[in-house]
C-alpha cells in the first residue's frame, strides 16, 4: 500500500540553525501538508501546497518556515532559525484531492532544538 | 473560526463499547474526520462523515449530527490495542487544512 515518507526521523540541531525536513507524498497525490505536534498537545496545521504553490497558511508559518517541491516527489519544510519551541513532531500528509478527502500522514520527523 | 471540543481522557475494559463525543462549531462545514493515533506516531485514519447520520466500518462506527454541531465515534468489542488518541477532525471554511481537537485519550484495561 502506497505511504508517505518522512525522513529523517529524528533531527537534533541547535538554536538558530536552519533544519530542512523532508516527505515523499503518495505519487498520484495532489495536495501537501504540514503539520506539527508538541509533546502532549494537539496536532497543528502549519500549511497546505497545490499546483506548486501554498494554498492556505496557519499564523505558526511565519517567515522562519518555507515550503518548497524541488521535483516531482520530494517535499520540503525549511525551519531557517530555529528556536527552542520549534521541537516538536513535524508530520508530512498527502491527499489526492483537496476538501473532503483523507489526508495520508507520514511517519513524522522529531526536531529537538536545544 | 472553528472550536472543535472533545473529552481529554477515557477509560474502558476489553470486550465493552465506548463513545467518544466530538463538538465542533466551524465557519461553514466541510465535513468531520475520525483519526487515530498512537503514541509516538502518525495520524491514521478512521472516518469521514459529511451527511446525517451513522457510518458502519467494522468495529468502529462514526456519527454525525450537521444541526447539533456533534459527532461521536464508537468503538464496538474493544481490545487493548484500541488504546490511543482519537482525534476529531474538520477542514476550514476553505478546505485546505484539517483543524484538529486535542484528542481523546482512551485507555483499554484488561
Known amino acids: 500500500e502506497p505511504e508517505v515518507t518522512q525522513t529523517p526521523s529524528h533531527q537534533v540541531t541547535q538554536m538558530g540553525q536552519e533544519v530542512i525536513l523532508r516527505c515523499v507524498p503518495i505519487s498520484n497525490h495532489l495536495y501537501f501538508y504540514w503539520y506539527r505536534q508538541i509533546l502532549g498537545q494537539k496536532v497543528e496545521f502549519l500549511v497546505s501546497?497545490?499546483?506548486?504553490?501554498?494554498?492556505?497558511k496557519s499564523e505558526i508559518f511565519d517567515d522562519q518556515f518555507s515550503v518548497e517541491r524541488p521535483d516531482g516527489s520530494n517535499f520540503t519544510l525549511k525551519i531557517r532559525s530555529t528556536k527552542l519551541e520549534d521541537s516538536a513532531m513535524y508530520f508530512c500528509?498527502?491527499?489526492?484531492?483537496?476538501?473532503?478527502?483523507?489526508?495520508?500522514f507520514g511517519p513524522g520527523t522529531r526536531l529537538t532544538v536545544t | 473560526g472553528q472550536n472543535i471540543d472533545q473529552p481529554t481522557e477515557m477509560t474502558a475494559t476489553e470486550g465493552a463499547i465506548v463513545q467518544i463525543n466530538c463538538t465542533y462549531q466551524t465557519s461553514g462545514f466541510n465535513g468531520l474526520f475520525w483519526y487515530q493515533q498512537h503514541a509516538g506516531e502518525a495520524p491514521t485514519f478512521l472516518s469521514y462523515n459529511v451527511l446525517d447520520g451513522l457510518e458502519e466500518k467494522g468495529r468502529f462506527s462514526s456519527f454525525l449530527s450537521r444541526s447539533k454541531g456533534y459527532s461521536y465515534l464508537l468503538l464496538k468489542e474493544l481490545q487493548m490495542k484500541d488504546s490511543a488518541s482519537y482525534l476529531c477532525a474538520a477542514p476550514n471554511q476553505a478546505g485546505t487544512a484539517l483543524i484538529f481537537g486535542k484528542g481523546t485519550t482512551l485507555s483499554v484495561s484488561s
Open positions: 500528509a498527502s491527499s489526492e484531492m483537496g476538501n473532503g478527502y483523507e489526508q495520508y
Open positions: 501546497f497545490y499546483n506548486n504553490e501554498i494554498s492556505e
